[in-house]
């Protein structure tokens, strides 16, 4: 399988199937609405938590999957800040993760997490995607930027 199919099926199960799956779980098997609470909290974890959290391992493990095939770098030099930047994803995936347990993370990881997403998809705007897995990149960042944005709003504000 491709490279690039590989990383669209990871990005659909951890920033929409997953998410989605475990929302209608507690909806329909547990009787709880759907509201924005539940919605932060599955996406969050989900698309913030898992899918960071992979990434960085990924990133660590290796780096050169994001430097060639996201970034279009060759310079085994970039390697060592993939690697920096795997750290990052790692812990901020490991909180995502352990905001299930906690719905005070989850706003806080939701904020930090969507403004990651955000800049990362702005700088992909500003960047122009030349590749599928950077179209991928793109879309997934800005769809969940737009997904926190809207939890905060509706969970903080009102």
């Known amino acids: ?26 909806v329909l098997l547990i009787g709880k609405p759907l509201h924005w609470p539940l919605i932060g909290k599955w996406f969050v974890f989900w698309a913030i938590g898992i899918r960071l959290f992979i990434a960085g391992l990924r990133q660590i493990i290796k780096p050169a999957f994001t430097a060639q095939e996201i970034f279009h770098i060759t310079n085994e030099d970039s390697l060592v800040v993939v690697k920096e930047l795997g750290f990052s994803n790692l812990c901020m995936g490991l909180a995502g993760i352990l905001s299930v347990a906690n719905p005070y993370w989850t706003q806080i990881i939701a904020v930090c997490g969507g403004l990651y997403f955000g800049l990362a998809g702005m700088q992909h705007i500003i960047k122009k995607p030349v590749s599928t897995n950077e179209t991928i990149a793109l879309v997934s960042d800005l769809f969940i930027f737009l997904l926190m944005v809207a939890y905060v709003a509706f969970t903080w504000l009102g």
């Open 1 to 26: 399988m491709k490279k690039s199919s590989l990383y669209l099926i990871n990005v659909l199960v951890t920033m929409l199937i997953m998410p989605v799956a475990s929302i209608a779980t507690v």
